[in-house]
């Protein structure tokens, strides 16, 4: 049976209800969100005369819940415009109008009896055939589905999105023995495709999959912590980035997440965990219990491990809690030998091994965490997942973890794991030791640049299922490098489309990648027939090396800085003037530079979450690389005779001088930096293989290499006045400073094509080397050197 989902019914607006319905209204789906009708009026609809059967007041709950999910920040929405697709109701009134739903999602409050009258409802009204799931956490699905009709039955099982469920990648798919397969293969593939998850199908076991893994390494972590004599401070330091885990690290998280909220899951763990082995873990610590008691939740109420207060000079400060005294005191730097040898180490795999391998405190604690880690995913299969890459693929997208558990096990060695792990007390199940007796010594192999998992059933190593769907360059790396320097990497993609990746620190633009970029394009010219631009880091590019930048200004050495201007704009016209298609693949942070080498590709194919901007104006600049110029073009091809206040000029300079950056790849088409028939991909994890396929798709359609363009209309003087006009009225209303009010006259005259006397056509050489000229000199600007001194140092743009 086809499937389309049209329209979406979201019952229940809390957080997760109001973000989910949000997320859905991204991809496109009309969605209904209902919710209880209050029970009594407010005081202000009292005063104001509101009727209890008014929509105003029926709808209270529901509006009011929407509302603030569309103000809250970050936003659920690619773009705010999107919230029109999303109608509001209630039970009462409303919940025939569930009839027209493809799906029905049930986000009500955590209580078996409660959802099961939300579900009498529901089969009152709902169409044979729609898919109904729930959202719980912690319930058991099966126990949702008994007394329900078998078509309800047939057509539900457990949908478990993790908030925030635009940015957490995980959907946890939970089946009942009586939920039909295609319905599991459906919502597998969709969540995939459409809402851009990394679906994995759990069991319907105690808190499923990441939840009940993730508290057990929060919990393994406290226990670990007592242990060892740590801090808070400590800990977090050791569980964070450098592990390959969130900034928030461990004790961060829980205060974001709310201490509250920890204890319930852990609770629930212990009570339904009789026959797991760690149960006594998830008994909660007495500090812990303090903490709940004295309404110390984390963030929700203020504090938590961590309390923001304001010093003396009213300055906002960090204090810690101490857990032997029970108050809070001043953060502590952290530093420990076995930290100080892993800075150099960029390799995330080498650096755990190197951690484990230490011996000072902090590498105790950090493989106390790992091997009862790793004791206790070992002896969770087959009871919450058969296969083990569910489970990594479960911490990595719900808990935002860079390696999931068996992976940090193969970064140390399954052998070597094993053999420490026993001698520290911590007994795996048998079979990785059977696993290591049949001579499969790591847990995922890579073949033919294919990642493959052990299977325990045939002990053998599999594909991961949709693995094919995805490109992922670290298994392509041993057998298609086709070049590679210091900064960038050359891939074989397969099909004549070759991939540059950059590799430099935050993927920043300088003389290595620029020289990679070229090479990359010299060899698709010659032997290939296309190129994408992408990597599988967490930023695309923060930009060019200002560092570099910096050093040359501040010793004046200005032929230089020239030689260096011109050479990037001599790449991005390379790129935007090759003979092959070029295809940028952006995600993630995408500023500056990494921005200015989008514009020049010949399509985007941006991930979701793509934050594009020119920010140049923030560290004293203008956009230097072909991105004033860029922009000048486009808003020529926009013009239209009678646009007398040159609208798209105007916005597009704003956008610039203001350093906008895009909070989705929609908001980047809405500013201008992608075009509307650049693509936009969901889930990240198929953004290489689209832009492939969009390289195929122009190589094949016939691409032919374009001119350079000669005729962009410039509006000169006419423009000029405009723009200085409103820069001096922004000055002298203190809205900028005076060296703002200098930048941004140098990028109107760039904008504008110089003081010309009349519109006129111009070449985008022209165009940029009146960009290079004003960039140039802003460098020779005191306080240009300022900004850039404070991004360096402080990474906070300074207005001076």
Not at 119 to 132: A, C, N, S
Not at 285 to 296: D, I
Not at 458 to 479: Q, T
């Given at each position: 049976?086809?499937?389309?989902?049209?329209?979406?019914?979201?019952?229940?607006?809390?957080?997760?209800?109001?973000?989910?319905?949000?997320?859905?209204?991204?991809?496109?789906?009309?969605?209904?969100?209902?919710?209880?009708?209050?029970?009594?009026?407010?005081?202000?609809?009292?005063?104001?005369?509101?009727?209890?059967?008014?929509?105003?007041?029926?709808?209270?709950?529901?509006?009011?819940?929407?509302?603030?999910?569309?103000?809250?920040?970050?936003?659920?929405?690619?773009?705010?415009?999107?919230?029109?697709?999303?109608?509001?109701?209630?039970?009462?009134?409303?919940?025939?109008?569930?009839?027209?739903?493809?799906?029905?999602?049930?986000?009500?409050?955590?209580?078996?009896?409660?959802?099961?009258?939300?579900?009498?409802?529901?089969?009152?009204?709902?169409?044979?055939?729609?898919?109904?799931?729930?959202?719980?956490?912690?319930?058991?699905?099966?126990?949702?589905?008994?007394?329900?009709?078998?078509?309800?039955?047939?057509?539900?099982?457990?949908?478990?999105?993790?908030?925030?469920?635009?940015?957490?990648?995980?959907?946890?798919?939970?089946?009942?023995?009586?939920?039909?397969?295609?319905?599991?293969?459906?919502?597998?593939?969709?969540?995939?495709?459409?809402?851009?998850?990394?679906?994995?199908?759990?069991?319907?076991?105690?808190?499923?999959?990441?939840?009940?893994?993730?508290?057990?390494?929060?919990?393994?972590?406290?226990?670990?912590?007592?242990?060892?004599?740590?801090?808070?401070?400590?800990?977090?330091?050791?569980?964070?980035?450098?592990?390959?885990?969130?900034?928030?690290?461990?004790?961060?998280?829980?205060?974001?997440?709310?201490?509250?909220?920890?204890?319930?899951?852990?609770?629930?763990?212990?009570?339904?965990?009789e026959q797991d082995e760690s149960r006594d873990l998830f008994q909660i610590p007495g500090y812990v219990q303090q903490m709940a008691e004295k309404k110390w939740l984390g963030d929700k109420t203020g504090q938590g491990?961590?309390?923001?207060?304001?010093?003396?000079?009213?300055?906002?400060?960090?204090?810690?809690?101490?857990?032997?005294?029970?108050?809070?005191?001043?953060?502590?730097?952290?530093?420990?030998?076995?930290?100080?040898?892993?800075?150099?180490?960029?390799?995330?795999?080498?650096?755990?091994?190197?951690?484990?391998?230490?011996?000072?405190?902090?590498?105790?604690?950090?493989?106390?965490?790992?091997?009862?880690?790793?004791?206790?995913?070992?002896?969770?299969?087959?009871?919450?997942?058969?296969?083990?890459?569910?489970?990594?693929?479960?911490?990595?997208a719900g808990f935002g973890w860079e390696l999931g558990p068996f992976e940090y096990w193969d970064a140390i060695g399954a052998r070597e794991g094993l053999q420490r792990m026993t001698e520290a007390g911590y007994e795996p199940a048998p079979w990785v030791e059977e696993m290591l007796n049949h001579g499969k010594e790591s847990f995922y192999v890579v073949d033919n640049g294919q990642r493959r998992y052990y299977d325990i059933q045939s002990k053998e190593y599999k594909a991961i299922p949709g693995a094919e769907n995805f490109i992922v360059l670290n298994n392509l790396r041993d057998n298609k490098l086709v070049w590679k320097n210091s900064g960038v990497s050359i891939i074989d993609l397969g099909d004549g489309i070759l991939n540059i990746e950059f590799h430099t620190k935050m993927n920043t633009i300088g003389g290595d990648v620029i020289a990679g970029l070229h090479k990359g394009i010299d060899l698709a010219e010659k032997e290939f027939r296309g190129v994408v631009v992408g990597s599988d880091a967490a930023n695309f590019s923060a930009g060019a090396n200002v560092a570099l930048i910096y050093m040359s200004a501040l010793e004046q050495e200005y032929d230089e800085l020239n030689f260096m201007i011109k050479q990037f704009q001599d790449t991005m016209m390379r790129m935007r003037y090759s003979a092959v298609p070029v295809v940028g693949a952006p995600h993630g942070l995408t500023l500056g530079g990494g921005c200015e080498l989008n514009l020049h590709c010949d399509h985007i194919q941006a991930a979701a979450e793509t934050y594009m901007g020119l920010v140049e104006f923030g560290v004293g600049l203008i956009p230097g690389g072909g991105g004033t110029k860029e922009m000048t073009v486009r808003a020529a091809e926009l013009f239209e005779e009678g646009d007398i206040e040159l609208n798209t000029l105007k916005n597009i300079f704003l956008n610039i001088g203001m350093a906008k950056v895009s909070t989705s790849a929609a908001e980047a088409v809405d500013l201008g930096f992608m075009r509307k028939s650049d693509g936009t991909t969901i889930n990240c994890n198929r953004l290489l293989a689209d832009a492939k396929a969009q390289a195929i798709l122009l190589a094949e359609r016939g691409y032919t290499k374009p001119v350079p363009k000669t005729n962009i209309r410039v509006q000169g003087r006419a423009g000029l006045g405009m723009f200085l006009t409103g820069a001096n009225a922004m000055y002298t209303g203190r809205y900028m400073s005076e060296h703002d009010l200098k930048i941004s006259q140098k990028l109107a005259y760039v904008m504008c094509g110089g003081d010309l006397s009349a519109p006129t056509e111009v070449s985008e050489q022209y165009l940029l080397d009146l960009e290079r000229e004003a960039f140039l000199s802003l460098t020779g600007e005191r306080k240009t050197l300022e900004r850039i001194q404070s991004i360096l140092t402080t990474g906070k743009p300074l207005r001076n």
């Amino acid at each position: 049976m086809k499937r389309i989902i049209k329209k979406v019914a979201v019952l229940g607006s809390g957080v997760m209800g109001s973000r989910i319905a949000c997320h859905f209204a991204n991809i496109g789906v009309q969605v209904l969100l209902l919710d209880i009708v209050p029970k009594e009026p407010t005081p202000e609809e009292q005063a104001k005369k509101i009727t209890t059967d008014s929509k105003q007041f029926r709808n209270r709950i529901v509006n009011s819940s929407l509302q603030a999910a569309v103000a809250s920040n970050p936003s659920p929405l690619y773009r705010k415009s999107d919230a029109h697709l999303i109608q509001t109701g209630n039970f009462e009134d409303n919940m025939k109008d569930i009839a027209t739903a493809d799906w029905i999602i049930e986000v009500v409050v955590e209580n078996l009896k409660i959802k099961k009258l939300v579900y009498d409802q529901v089969e009152q009204f709902r169409k044979p055939g729609t898919l109904i799931t729930s959202n719980t956490s912690g319930i058991p699905i099966h126990l949702m589905a008994q007394e329900r009709s078998e078509d309800f039955r047939k057509h539900f099982c457990g949908t478990h999105f993790f908030n925030p469920p635009r940015y957490l990648k995980l959907l946890e798919i939970i089946p009942t023995p009586d939920t039909d397969q295609a319905v599991v293969d459906f919502l597998m593939h969709y969540g995939d495709l459409y809402l851009g998850k990394t679906t994995v199908l759990a069991k319907d076991s105690p808190a499923f999959i990441a939840n009940r893994v993730g508290i057990y390494g929060i919990m393994q972590t406290l226990k670990a912590m007592e242990k060892t004599g740590l801090t808070i401070d400590e800990v977090d330091r050791i569980t964070g980035p450098i592990v390959g885990r969130p900034k928030s690290a461990t004790f961060r998280t829980l205060d974001v997440v709310g201490l509250d909220t920890t204890i319930n899951v852990a609770n629930g763990l212990y009570q339904a965990g009789e026959q797991d082995e760690s149960r006594d873990l998830f008994q909660i610590p007495g500090y812990v219990q303090q903490m709940a008691e004295k309404k110390w939740l984390g963030d929700k109420t203020g504090q938590g491990f961590y309390k923001k207060t304001k010093d003396a000079k009213g300055k906002t400060e960090i204090l810690t809690l101490d857990l032997n005294t029970m108050e809070y005191a001043p953060k502590q730097k952290v530093k420990f030998q076995s930290l100080e040898v892993l800075k150099p180490i960029d390799d995330l795999k080498k650096r755990i091994k190197t951690f484990s391998a230490q011996t000072d405190k902090a590498a105790q604690f950090f493989n106390e965490t790992l091997f009862g880690l790793f004791q206790y995913v070992s002896n969770r299969i087959p009871e919450i997942s058969d296969e083990l890459y569910r489970i990594d693929d479960a911490l990595r997208a719900g808990f935002g973890w860079e390696l999931g558990p068996f992976e940090y096990w193969d970064a140390i060695g399954a052998r070597e794991g094993l053999q420490r792990m026993t001698e520290a007390g911590y007994e795996p199940a048998p079979w990785v030791e059977e696993m290591l007796n049949h001579g499969k010594e790591s847990f995922y192999v890579v073949d033919n640049g294919q990642r493959r998992y052990y299977d325990i059933q045939s002990k053998e190593y599999k594909a991961i299922p949709g693995a094919e769907n995805f490109i992922v360059l670290n298994n392509l790396r041993d057998n298609k490098l086709v070049w590679k320097n210091s900064g960038v990497s050359i891939i074989d993609l397969g099909d004549g489309i070759l991939n540059i990746e950059f590799h430099t620190k935050m993927n920043t633009i300088g003389g290595d990648v620029i020289a990679g970029l070229h090479k990359g394009i010299d060899l698709a010219e010659k032997e290939f027939r296309g190129v994408v631009v992408g990597s599988d880091a967490a930023n695309f590019s923060a930009g060019a090396n200002v560092a570099l930048i910096y050093m040359s200004a501040l010793e004046q050495e200005y032929d230089e800085l020239n030689f260096m201007i011109k050479q990037f704009q001599d790449t991005m016209m390379r790129m935007r003037y090759s003979a092959v298609p070029v295809v940028g693949a952006p995600h993630g942070l995408t500023l500056g530079g990494g921005c200015e080498l989008n514009l020049h590709c010949d399509h985007i194919q941006a991930a979701a979450e793509t934050y594009m901007g020119l920010v140049e104006f923030g560290v004293g600049l203008i956009p230097g690389g072909g991105g004033t110029k860029e922009m000048t073009v486009r808003a020529a091809e926009l013009f239209e005779e009678g646009d007398i206040e040159l609208n798209t000029l105007k916005n597009i300079f704003l956008n610039i001088g203001m350093a906008k950056v895009s909070t989705s790849a929609a908001e980047a088409v809405d500013l201008g930096f992608m075009r509307k028939s650049d693509g936009t991909t969901i889930n990240c994890n198929r953004l290489l293989a689209d832009a492939k396929a969009q390289a195929i798709l122009l190589a094949e359609r016939g691409y032919t290499k374009p001119v350079p363009k000669t005729n962009i209309r410039v509006q000169g003087r006419a423009g000029l006045g405009m723009f200085l006009t409103g820069a001096n009225a922004m000055y002298t209303g203190r809205y900028m400073s005076e060296h703002d009010l200098k930048i941004s006259q140098k990028l109107a005259y760039v904008m504008c094509g110089g003081d010309l006397s009349a519109p006129t056509e111009v070449s985008e050489q022209y165009l940029l080397d009146l960009e290079r000229e004003a960039f140039l000199s802003l460098t020779g600007e005191r306080k240009t050197l300022e900004r850039i001194q404070s991004i360096l140092t402080t990474g906070k743009p300074l207005r001076n």
